[in-house]
Structures are given as structure tokens and as C-alpha cells.
């Protein structure tokens, strides 16, 4: 660890110091060197291979684009460095994933959660299989993409930008290559914790492009495939929320104002991800007057997984099996209880089940053309995503007598909590699906679709000369319409007409090893063969909890822009850069029910129908003075916005009316939200060394003059709901206003940070180090927005002000390579302090968990035989992920008050990759 730190302490120092040198060299001589070096750069980068190929595409991406970018380049086709999109986005600065299932797969930009930031695919915005607008990475495959650039700044003509960042996907281009190509990866893959239950540890990736053109180079066409089986494995210890200081005498044996929680469980999860893609690209040419590009995408993934859980409630229900009591409590100097042993317990053995299925469809077609000096585009594109689960849980416990059991806890941070059973559970003929404590069993089955169509036309002008810094203008219009819509029905899975029943050997799978937790071995089974056989399952949509669960949700936005292009010079400085304004209307609307308790019963569910429209104006600049010696400094301004989260548009309320006081009050989403806000200043500075090497600093400030959050307010305008209300006999009048819970917007506050970034091949030191470098980067977040937790929120956060969820104060980068003569390793390690993660819990709801931050590294070798060899084009390569088994730790409010620690395991690849 201390050795990581250190290096990354010297390539920072490191690239200071050259940052020092490259201000100084502003001679003549220095330009004509620099012009020499540039050339050689040139003549380099045509036999420049591997990782040092996609390092210097990446940095020419950042040092041509007029605005703050950071760029990933696939080292070749089909080869992008990671596993996962998510995980190379993760590497650059000011970015951030949190891990999901083991797997890198949302991103926070500079701080800020993922929504704010927006997801593009060749330029268009793309859908999400989640409840919000976020991207889920891990549904796209790395091995079909080719790049990606992330945007820090916008520009006008940047549409469905973010205001945090803006994420641009980009698939190949088929008449950008010389020549037909083609590339076959196969990799196997298997998890460290090895095989369980039914699941096997091992899983494979295969995918496959190819890329031609017809001789006249008229005509491309580029395809490529990916499949991926991905084992899931996973050891868990959770402790239940809220962690809370209990009253007087509430739990024999704990003093009162003792923080305690309700209980506590460890499972093992298992099951496997299979997931397949395809992405085609045809590109027509006719002649430098046209050119028409048609992009293709599918994704499809199913993921299935069972987690067999051993469970202990500790708190104020114990089903009315004695009293429960706890002796030799261990309490700590933060008045946290720690451990100790409960008495009177019925501990359950449950098995739980999830099947999910995701689907990604997208369609662009691009038309460009050319007419004097005038270039014309017409851009249309739809993308849909679906996705459907079933989640089933059932219960068991020991019968036929309910049988109390002592259970000696010990409460762990940094580690796996310890649960000590005075029984042995690991016999099934013992355990019997019956109704006790919780009910017999509980399931879901939700359903997300969201559709975005979208039609772009613009124009780009030249400028005469005499308006100086102007060389063109860029006009253009862009329509969107997007409709999501969520369904959750649900419900108790009841026992069947056979009743209280074992599970018969031939559902049960083995037995599964929780000795990770003190507890030993438990039974595991076909959890949805075992509802089929035995129980009864009908979910429903329309009772009152679960009215707020189904919802549409449609967005029409119109945006005009407006930009003019800049290249010049200020006295000897040369200046490139747009500025520009956009003009967005939006208009949104949300179809839903709401839950009437003041109507008879049957009659409880309402529609509801409610929205908004309003118009946002954008400008932004961005100008980048080319300094000498390959030195530029940046500025951008801009007001940007991020839209609502989608889910808190939802029009679905819950409603009724207080009789002893007439006042009517409820809780639900808010169709007329209006976005977040923000005034941003970027500043930049990058010294580059040809397309080599580059050193940057990079300061951001945002003034988020609105946020959003979810208050309980009074005034609401209840008009509308109570038009047949008719109070009872004695019952006060009915007020039309009361108080109703819902997001809303608010003041917001200031953010700012410093990025530092260094990529240096250490052979500009010396050429002893000729095929090592690094690339390396540190981010320091700051920011005075507290968000206050939803009134009546018993989530992990407590009742105190929070910070920005997403945001990690600190966040590392650091990746060691060596490549030389074919032979290609590298070392790469990420890292970010605490923060607030967003985490679906068991209503399928998000709440909100202080994260503990994470260090995961990465490692793989490689070696590719050279040109001549029998088996050129060929390449071999090892990776891990993973590397140190980091675990994934969640806590309430302080760490000694832990949730879950989670461990997914490392993930070994060996494979090979061949080049045509």
C-alpha cells in the first residue's frame, strides 16, 4: 500500500516538475525543437502498438478538443484495457464507480451522483435499464467499444449534455481504417470463491468484430459481437437498519440510549450473468458531398442468482415466542452495542431467488452533406431498453415445535460480523416452510420500459473574415420524446392447501458453507420450483403501499442552439474555442394512480394525470490559447441543469384525510419539478509531449443555485382529490391544503475541486526505463450542500444533514505499465475515500448508506507474437480483478455501527486474442 502511495506521490512530483520546465521553454529553439519532436511523434505513432497505442489516441483526443475532456482509446480493435466499460471510466480523473453485484457499474463524475451526469452512444443519448435515467455500464460490452470521451465542459451544440459530465460512448467507423480487419478474443474466467449450491465458479467471454470496405472505399461496414458468462459469488453479513438508540427496559440486559439494531443475517449468493451484444455500423460515401452512417446496438443479459441466508431478529418483534433477552452485552465507548449473546431467538433459514432479464435496442442514422461551404446534418436515432424480474423469498424455521435458540453475536467493522447458533441448521428434513415469525414467503416482479426517440438537423455556416475571431457558426434544432414506465406488482407467496411442509430432497441443491459468519453449513433449494410445489403466489399492484411503485413518466424537450466556432489569435497566442447558447423547452407530464382513502372501499384507486412545462436558456464558452512549448490553458463557463430524476416524476400519490382535524395529507413524486441548476467556471492547464505524454492541473467551481430534495412541505392544494369528499357525521370541514411529501426543489450550494493528472513513458527520463511509464491522478472534492433525509426515513444516514450522495472528498488513479518487444504488463489500482451510496433496498426503492471508500486493484500481463512470426497477430494474456479480494462495506451514521460487508472475490482471466 505504502509503495502504491509513493508512486503516486513521485509521478505527481514528477509531473510538476516537467510542468516547471515546459513554462520556461518559450525560445525560438524551443518551438523548432517542439515542431521536430511533433514530427517524430507522427512517425512514431504509425508502428506504436498495445497500451501505449490506446494511451496516445487518448491524449490526442483531450489535447484537440476545445473543451475539458478525458478520452479512453481501445489499445486495437475489440481491445479496450478492462473488463468493463465502467472500470476504464473509473480510471479517469474526477471520476468514480460504485460497485453493484461485484461489478464496477455506475459512475459519479466530479462528486456528483450519476444523476447528474448523461450517457451518449455515438453522440445520442441513450436509455436506462434502471428506475432513473443513469446508465448501467456493465450492459455494454468493452469489446465493442472503441472509445470514450468524457465531456467536463458542454458546449452548445453538445445535446443531452449533463451538468456534472457528459459520457460519449463511441463505436468504430468502418472508412476511417485503411484496410478489411478482424479480431476473435476467447477468454475463460473463475471466481475465487469458488463453486456453491448449484453455481459453478467459472464462466467464459468471446466476442468478435471485423471491419471492411469495398475497393473504392465507398462503402463500409463494421460488426461485432460479445457474449460473457459471469459467475456470481458472494459472502455477506448484514446488519439491519435503523441502527437506533433504544428506550428504557426495551431490551432486557442493554442499558437504555444504547444504539442497537434490529438483527442481523449472512448469506452466500449465488448464480451467473450471461449477457450478449452486437453492434453494426454501415457507412455510404458516394462522394465528399455525402455521407450516411447507419449504427446498430443490442444487448441482451439474464442474470439469475439464489442467496441461501441465515437470519436472527433481535429487535422489539419476536414473533410472541418468549421474551427475547440478551446476556453480557458488549458495549462500546460510542455507546454502540457490539455483542453479545440473544436469547429466545427464532432464527429463520431463508432462501431467496432472483431472474432478471435486460434488453438494449438502439438505431441511429446519420446524414451528412456538404453544399458550397456549407455542411448540413440530419441525425434521427430510437433506443429502448426492457427489463423484467422476478424476485421470490421463502421462509423456513425449526419444527414442529418452535424451537428458541440462544445466539452469541459479535458486531465486526472491517470484517465479517460473527453469528454463533446454539443448533445446527444444516439439516433440511428439520426446516419447514411455515407462517411464522414473517410469513412464509414474500416476492416482486417488476417491470421497466423506456423509449427515447430523437431527430437532430443542423447547419454550420462559415463567418466572413471581417468578424475576426469567428471562423463558423453551428445552428441546429433537436427533438427528444422519452416515455418510461415502471410496474411493481407484489405480494405474499401464502403456503399451500398441504400447509406447514419440509422441502423435499430432490429441490434441494447441497448445502452451502457459512462458516465465513460462525455459523456453519445451511440447506439450499430451488427456490421457485419450491413455490410452484408448495405455496401460492399473486402479486397485485393496487393496494395503498403499492400505488407509489407504478408509474409513466413522458418527457418532450425542443432545444435551439446556437454556436460560433473560434480560431485566432490574441496578440502572439493562438485561441480556439466556441461560444454559444442552447435553448431548451421542456415539457413533462406523468400518468399514474393514486391511493384514495377518503372513497369507499374498491373504489380506493384514482388516476391522475399531472405535469409541466418550462424553458431553459444555456450559454456556455469554452477557449483553449495554445501557449508555447505544447502547452495549453483552458477556461469554460456555462450554466448547465441536469434533469429530475425520473422516478421523482412519477405522478402516483398516496392521499387521505385526517377526521379529527379535516386536514387532508399524503406522499409521492412531483411531476412539476424542475431541474437542478448550476453556474460553472473550468479552469485547465496541460503540458503535453507530442502525443507521448501529458501533465494537467485542473480546477472546477459549480454554483448549484437549485437541488432537490424530499421535504414535507405545507400548502399543497388538495382540491383537486376531494371534490366527492363528503366528511362523516361530526367530522370537521375538509380543508383544501395540507401537508404533503414529495422531492422538491431547493437551494442548493458550492462545489469545487482540483484534479492533478500525469502520463509519462519514464523513458523521458532516461532510456534505461525504455517500455515502463505510469498514468496517474488525484482529485480533491469539496462542497457546503448538506441534503436533510426524508422525513420519516429510517435509512442508515440517521437524521442529521448529509453529504451530496456520490460525492468522495478524495479519489486516486494510479496505473504502472511495462511493453516492450511484445511483452506487456501493468498494475492498475483505484481509489476513493467514504461516501453516501445510493442502494436499492428490499422495496425496490433506493435509500441511501454511508460507503466505506475502496482501493481495488487490477493487474494483467500479456504477450503478443511479432510481425513475422509463425504466429503473428496472435496475443495471450492473464488478468486478474480484484486483485486484493477488496470487500464492500456499508455502516450507519459511525463505523462501529456496520451494515453490510460483502466479499465478491478476485476474478481470474486467461484467454487469447487473435488479430486478421
Known amino acids: 500500500m505504502q509503495l502504491k502511495r509513493n508512486l503516486l506521490s513521485a509521478a505527481l512530483a514528477s509531473a510538476i516538475a516537467l510542468t516547471a520546465t515546459g513554462v520556461q521553454a518559450q525560445t525560438a529553439e524551443a518551438t523548432a525543437e517542439q515542431n521536430q519532436q511533433a514530427d ?102 468493452s469489446e465493442l467499444v472503441s472509445g470514450v470521451t468524457v465531456y467536463k465542459t458542454p458546449d452548445a451544440g453538445l445535446v443531452g449534455q449533463g451538468l456534472s459530465g457528459t459520457v460519449d460512448m463511441q463505436t468504430v467507423r468502418p472508412l476511417s481504417f485503411d484496410a478489411p480487419v478482424g479480431a476473435v478474443g476467447i477468454r475463460g474466467q473463475r471466481n475465487s470463491l469458488g463453486n456453491a449450491a448449484d453455481a459453478s465458479a467459472y464462466g467464459e467471454r468471446i466476442n468478435a468484430s471485423y471491419i471492411t470496405q469495398n475497393e473504392a472505399r465507398t462503402f463500409g461496414f463494421s460488426i461485432g459481437y460479445s ?60 462522394s465528399n458531398a455525402w455521407t450516411s452512417t447507419l449504427d446498430l446496438f443490442h444487448s441482451e443479459a439474464e442474470q439469475v442468482s439464489t442467496a441461501n441466508q441465515f437470519e436472527v431478529h433481535i429487535g422489539d418483534y419476536n414473533g410472541g415466542y418468549g421474551r427475547l433477552d440478551v446476556d453480557n452485552p458488549v458495549i462500546n465507548g460510542n455507546n454502540t452495542f457490539t455483542g453479545g449473546t440473544a436469547n429466545n431467538v427464532y432464527p429463520l433459514v431463508r432462501g431467496m431467488y432472483n431472474y432478471r432479464e435486460d434488453e438494449i435496442n438502439a438505431f441511429g442514422w446519420n446524414n451528412e452533406f ?43 467493522s472491517g470484517g465479517f460480523s460473527q453469528i454463533n447458533p446454539g443448533f445446527d441448521y444444516s439439516d433440511p428434513s428439520q426446516l419447514f416452510l411455515a407462517n411464522t415469525i414473517y410469513g412464509s414467503g414474500y416476492g416482486k416482479t417488476p417491470k421497466v420500459e423506456d423509449e427515447l426517440t430523437a431527430v437532430k438537423l443542423a447547419a454550420s455556416f462559415p463567418l466572413p473574415e471581417s468578424l475576426g475571431w469567428f471562423t463558423d457558426l453551428d445552428v441546429g434544432l433537436n427533438y427528444a420524446d422519452r416515455e418510461k414506465k415502471k410496474r411493481q406488482p407484489e405480494g405474499n407467496i401464502n403456503l399451500g392447501a398441504q400447509g406447514v411442509t419440509s422441502i423435499a430432497s430432490d429441490l434441494q441443491y447441497g448445502l452451502v458453507d457459512l462458516r465465513f459468519a460462525g455459523i456453519g453449513y445451511i440447506p439450499s433449494w430451488n427456490v421457485p420450483a419450491a413455490v410452484a410445489r408448495y405455496m401460492t403466489f ?67 384507486v384514482q388516476p391522475v394525470d399531472r405535469g409541466k412545462t418550462y424553458t431553459e436558456v444555456l450559454p456556455s464558452m469554452n477557449l483553449a490559447f495554445s501557449l508555447p512549448a505544447d502547452q495549453t490553458l483552458r477556461i469554460g463557463l456555462a450554466e448547465q441543469v441536469a434533469r429530475p430524476r425520473v422516478d421523482e416524476l412519477r405522478a402516483s400519490l398516496e392521499f387521505g384525510v385526517n377526521t379529527a382535524t379535516g386536514e387532508p395529507g399524503g406522499s409521492g413524486g412531483n411531476p412539476e419539478l424542475e431541474p437542478w441548476r448550476a453556474y460553472a467556471f473550468d479552469l485547465s492547464y496541460e503540458k503535453y509531449f507530442g502525443t507521448k505524454a501529458y501533465v494537467a492541473a485542473a480546477f472546477f467551481y459549480k454554483d448549484l443555485r437549485t437541488y432537490i430534495y424530499t421535504e414535507s412541505r405545507d400548502g399543497f392544494d388538495f382540491s383537486d382529490f376531494l371534490v366527492d369528499y363528503v366528511p362523516g357525521p361530526g367530522e370537521p370541514p375538509t380543508q383544501s391544503t395540507g401537508r404533503f411529501t414529495a422531492p422538491y426543489n431547493g437551494k442548493g450550494g458550492k462545489m469545487k475541486g482540483i484534479e492533478l493528472t500525469a502520463s509519462l513513458p519514464l523513458d523521458l527520463f532516461t532510456d534505461a526505463l525504455e517500455g515502463f511509464g505510469v498514468i496517474a491522478s488525484a482529485s480533491f472534492n469539496d462542497s457546503d450542500i448538506t441534503i436533510p433525509p426524508p422525513p420519516g426515513s429510517t435509512n442508515s444516514v440517521g437524521s442529521q444533514n448529509i453529504t451530496l450522495p456520490g460525492l468522495s472528498e478524495r479519489t486516486f488513479n494510479l496505473t504502472a ?100
Not at 59 to 74: F, G, H, L, N, Q
Not at 239 to 263: C, H, K, M
Not at 387 to 392: G, V
Open 227 to 286: 457474449h460473457a458468462t459471469t459467475p456470481i459469488q458472494e459472502n455477506q453479513v448484514g446488519l439491519y437498519e435503523p441502527w437506533q438508540a433504544i428506550g428504557d427496559n426495551w431490551r432486557p440486559g442493554v442499558p437504555a440510549g444504547t444504539f442497537y439494531s434490529d438483527g442481523i443475517k449472512a448469506l452466500r449468493r449465488t448464480g451467473e450473468t450471461k449477457r450478449d451484444g452486437v453492434m453494426a455500423t454501415l457507412q455510404f460515401r458516394p
Open 370 to 412: 456538404n453544399v458550397g461551404a456549407v455542411r448540413l446534418v440530419a441525425d434521427v436515432s430510437w433506443s429502448k431498453t426492457k427489463r423484467d424480474e422476478i424476485n421470490l423469498e421463502n421462509n423456513t424455521q425449526r419444527l414442529p415445535a418452535p424451537q428458541l435458540d440462544s445466539v452469541g453475536l459479535s458486531f465486526r
Open 40 to 141: 517524430a511523434t507522427e512517425l512514431d505513432t504509425v508502428v506504436v502498438t498495445g497500451i501505449r497505442r490506446g494511451i496516445e489516441s487518448a491524449i490526442s483526443v483531450k489535447r484537440d478538443s476545445t473543451s475539458i475532456v478525458e478520452a479512453i482509446s481501445a489499445e486495437d480493435i475489440g481491445k479496450l484495457p478492462d473488463v468493463s466499460i465502467a472500470e476504464s471510466l473509473a480510471r479517469l480523473p474526477g471520476l468514480a464507480a460504485q460497485r453493484v453485484a461485484g461489478r464496477a457499474q455506475v459512475i459519479s463524475v466530479r462528486g456528483l451522483s450519476p444523476d447528474f451526469s448523461t450517457t451518449l452512444l455515438n453522440g445520442r443519448e441513450m436509455v436506462s435499464t434502471g428506475d432513473n435515467r443513469s446508465v448501467e455500464f456493465d450492459q455494454y460490452p
Open 538 to 604: 399473486n402479486p397485485v399492484d393496487n393496494l395503498s403501499y403499492l400505488i407509489p411503485k407504478a408509474w409513466d413518466v413522458n418527457e418532450k424537450i425542443s432545444t435551439g442552439f446556437a454556436r460560433a466556432n473560434i480560431d485566432t489569435e490574441w496578440g502572439s497566442i493562438p485561441v480556439r474555442g466556441n461560444i454559444g447558447v442552447q435553448i431548451q423547452h421542456v415539457d413533462q407530464s406523468s400518468q399514474s394512480r393514486y391511493w384514495d382513502s377518503t372513497q369507499p372501499a374498491g373504489s380506493n
Open 817 to 916: 505499465y511495462y511493453e516492450r518487444n511484445g511483452f506487456e504488463a501493468r498494475v492498475s489500482q483505484r481509489k476513493r475515500s467514504d461516501f453516501i451510496g445510493e442502494i436499492g433496498n428490499f422495496d425496490g426503492d433506493r435509500t441511501l448508506r454511508y460507503v466505506v471508500g475502496e482501493d481495488v486493484t487490477d493487474a494483467q500481463v500479456s504477450y503478443s507474437f511479432p510481425e513475422g512470426h509463425a504466429l503473428n497477430g496472435l496475443s495471450v494474456l492473464f488478468q486478474v480483478s480484484n486483485l486484493t479480494d477488496e470487500a464492500y462495506q456499508t455502516y450507519a451514521g459511525t463505523k462501529d455501527r456496520p451494515l453490510e460487508y460483502v466479499e465478491w472475490g478476485r476474478t481470474y482471466l486467461l484467454g487469447v486474442n487473435y488479430k486478421f
